[in-house]
């Protein structure tokens, strides 16, 4: 079985300062980890993923995440937040074997002027 | 290279309507997956359709909740009899080769 704890359901940061949305996994397989985002009425968008290659991945807009096995974590990061920044953002582990995939209930970014 | 389509985007139902939600593909992806999303919360697997092969429908939440892909192309997710806890956005997404899902826009769905 694989889950994923998503630790923040809010996150606030103003514009121009860092971004730290964190992520836990577990899974009993190597997995696969995503990070989606997603706009008001919109659909999600794939921001990066890793699949068992480099341990930091980058990804679109200036984010990236690293994979930590020891901890098993995702976080995703980002030097300076963007007005536009502001989503809803999913942490997803997949189980490849059986395309399994399951999300964690989000993190909400708000970015302040 | 259009992504993922989903129709109606919006569908207001009363309790007890049938109602038929659509997805298009991504021409040539051979698997297809439906979520369900409630609000506030993370995507939920409901089933997965190889070419028009159903694999998976363990996240199917009542016998009320049936899908086909005929053709192994467009989708359809059909809800009988909706109930009010039906309400909720619903999600399609195929996969590519290099194994990463996109995801349509999504049909939100009021049960009133």
């Known amino acids: 079985a694989q889950s994923v704890t998503q630790l923040d359901s809010h996150v606030s940061v103003s514009e121009g300062t860092p971004v730290l949305l964190r992520c836990n996994y577990s899974?009993?397989?190597?997995?696969?980890l995503f990070w989606y985002v997603q706009h008001p009425n919109k659909g999600l968008q794939l921001l990066l993923k890793?699949?068992?290659?480099?341990?930091l991945v980058k990804g679109i807009n200036g984010f990236e995440a690293e994979f930590k096995k020891s901890e098993t974590s995702f976080h995703l990061t980002k030097p300076s937040a963007h007005m536009s920044d502001a989503a809803e953002y999913f942490c997803?582990?997949?189980?490849?074997?059986?395309?399994?995939?399951?999300f964690g209930a989000g993190t909400r970014l708000t970015v302040k002027p | 290279g259009a992504g993922v389509s989903q129709s109606p985007r919006y569908k207001v139902a009363k309790r007890g309507q049938d109602v038929a939600l659509r997805c298009d593909p991504i021409?040539?992806?051979?698997?297809l997956f439906w979520y369900q999303q409630a609000l506030g919360q993370g995507p939920e697997f409901l089933t997965y359709?190889?070419?028009?092969?159903?694999?998976?429908k363990s996240g199917l939440p009542s016998d009320r909740f049936f899908a086909e892909r005929p053709e192994g192309s467009v989708s359809t997710l059909k809800i009988q009899r909706t109930q009010q806890e039906d309400s909720a956005v619903y999600l399609c997404?195929?996969?590519?080769?290099?194994?990463?899902?996109?995801f349509g826009p999504g049909t939100r769905l009021l049960v009133l």
């Open positions: 997404a195929s996969k590519s080769p290099q194994e990463t899902q996109y």
């Open positions: 899974s009993s397989y190597s997995p696969s």
């Open positions: 890793y699949t068992s290659a480099a341990t």
């Open positions: 997803v582990v997949s189980d490849h074997r059986n395309n399994d995939m399951r």
């Open positions: 021409s040539g992806h051979v698997s």
């Open positions: 359709f190889q070419n028009e092969a159903q694999l998976d």
